[in-house]
């Protein structure tokens, strides 16, 4: 009888993606495959270690887990991810209750690794960050109708704020073609939405062919038969160039939804976090884009109570938002990351500043997703169906301005043919409730 083996994948869809090719290597050496973690003789942790909320959410899963295998319902528990890669000499001395330690170069070794913990071996392997292998097999996690595309590893960015480049490495492109296999690969799998990511999408193709080559990739991912939707995450303004924009303005197949995570539009705190430009330039930037991509959905990002942020600087933020009025936002209060050069800096802002900070600006956000959705009333948004909601009596899915998890759905109801899983009709809208459309099917 095979051995069971879960994973549990926490943080960023680029972690998905890599504990998707962990589960195709696990189920090519003999192990059975469960989606409930809990159910598992090995459980795996796929951990973050980006943010402290992260890393308290991977801590606590892995201790949910620990009393689990205390009961004797599981038999080993693995951290792989970043958390394991960032506290390789911590994290078994502090979570005794974990088998297995796993950086993740040694992510292409995880069926040895799950091999030696059942035999009660403790593990602890960390090699080269360059060997985590940036294609392969994949089981694919998501529902089947879509699925994120990881075009690239690592960061050269080097935020201030930020442990990513010192956990994940340098940046490293994939090449075209095996992407483009892979894309044809996850259609011929029923896939209708690629989602396109990396920690900096826009930077893609630099250190491999010496130039940007998103906007090729996006046009060779648009002629996929199959594939009706291109969504992609993670553009950084200052590499957004004109053919980019252009492929966008022109390509039907490629969502208008960029997602540009700012940080924040005041030129002095941009520079100490190692960003670049100003509110001007960002302004710019943003008229630029909505003149010539009709219909343009911009999500953003912003961190509030960064070190030495003051309150004019924050108020000049809060205006920023007000002016450009982004169609998706998020904001979250400055994390202070040990060993990066922000945490070093003077001037750290309390904790209740920073909350408050963020606080302001969301409820400016929800002001600004009710203006938006009012001027969806009566229209008409194609949408992608996802399931049906026994307890609001409707059907739910995601429309071309939703990307999953981070953004809203839309409800409908429908007289007619009950619409499947993964199928793309229209929604006409009537009315919204907590800035999610609520509407009727058309057909």
Same mark, same amino acid.
């Given at each position: ?15 998905? @993606? ?17 989606? #409930?973690?809990?159910? !598992?003789?090995? +459980?795996? @942790? ?27 319902? %599981?038999? !080993? ?20 209750e974990i088998d297995a330690v796993v950086g %993740? ?10 091999? *030696? ?19 392969? /097999? &994949? %089981? ?6 879509? !699925? ?5 590893? /690592? ?13 994940? =490495? ?23 939405? $690629? ?7 826009? *930077? ?8 940007? &080559? ?34 966008? +303005?022109?390509? #039907?197949? $490629?969502?208008?939804?960029i997602d540009m995570p700012l940080q924040h ?5 941009? *520079?100490?976090?190692? &960003? ?18 009709? /219909? ?27 002016? %450009?009025?982004?169609?998706?936002? /998020? ?11 922000? !945490? ?30 009012? +001027? ?6 194609? @949408?992608?169906?996802? =399931?049906? #909601? &026994? ?26 043919? *009950? ?11 009537? #009315? ?12």
């Amino acid at each position: 009888m095979a051995y069971t083996v879960g994973i549990v994948s926490l943080g960023c869809a680029k972690n998905r @993606v890599d504990a998707e090719m962990m589960l195709f290597t696990l189920r090519q050496a003999g192990y059975k495959i469960v989606e #409930d973690v809990a159910m !598992a003789d090995v +459980a795996i @942790v796929n951990t973050c270690g980006f943010i402290e909320s992260a890393k308290q959410e991977s801590i606590d899963e892995i201790l949910e887990l620990a009393l689990l295998k205390k009961e004797g319902k %599981i038999k !080993a528990i693995i951290a792989t991810g970043c958390l394991a890669e960032r506290y390789r000499d911590q994290m078994m001395k502090e979570l005794y209750e974990i088998d297995a330690v796993v950086g %993740i170069g040694g992510n292409v070794d995880i069926a040895s690794v799950v091999a *030696k913990v059942l035999e009660k071996e403790k593990v602890e392997t960390f090699p080269d960050k360059r060997q985590l292998p940036l294609e392969g /097999g &994949r %089981i694919q996690s998501t529902s089947y109708y879509y !699925a994120y595309l990881k075009i690239a590893e /690592g960061c050269d960015n080097k935020c201030t704020y930020c442990a990513i480049p010192m956990i994940r =490495g340098r940046y490293r492109s994939r090449e075209t073609e095996n992407i483009v296999a892979e894309a044809k690969q996850l259609a011929e799998n029923g896939v209708k939405e $690629l989602i396109v990511i990396a920690q900096d999408t826009t *930077k893609y193709g630099v250190d491999l062919y010496g130039e940007y &080559r998103l906007a090729a990739l996006l046009r060779e991912l648009c002629k996929i038969d199959g594939i009706e939707w291109v969504r992609v995450l993670y553009c950084y303004p200052e590499c957004i160039t004109d053919e980019l924009i252009d492929v966008f +303005a022109t390509e #039907d197949k $490629l969502l208008k939804y960029i997602d540009m995570p700012l940080q924040h539009c005041d030129g002095a705190v941009l *520079k100490r976090m190692c &960003r670049k430009g100003n509110r001007e330039e960002l302004t710019e930037l943003i008229k630029k884009l909505r003149e010539r991509i009709p /219909g343009l959905v911009l999500r953003t990002t912003f961190i509030t109570g960064f070190p030495g942020e003051t309150e004019e600087q924050f108020t000049e933020l809060s205006e920023f938002v007000n002016d %450009i009025k982004f169609e998706r936002m /998020g904001c979250f209060p400055y994390s202070q990351e040990e060993d990066t050069p922000a !945490a070093r800096m003077p001037n750290q802002i309390d904790e209740e500043v920073k909350e408050r900070r963020a606080e302001i600006l969301m409820e400016q956000q929800q002001f600004i997703m009710e203006k938006y959705n009012e +001027a969806l009333l009566g229209k008409e948004l194609e @949408v992608l169906v996802e =399931g049906f #909601d &026994r307890y609001a009596e409707c059907f739910f899915g995601r429309s071309k301005a939703d990307s999953p998890d981070v953004d809203g759905k839309v409800f409908f109801t429908c007289s007619d043919a *009950k619409p499947r899983e993964g199928d793309i009709i229209r929604v006409r809208v009537d #009315d919204f409730l907590d800035c999610d459309p609520i509407g009727e099917m058309l057909y």
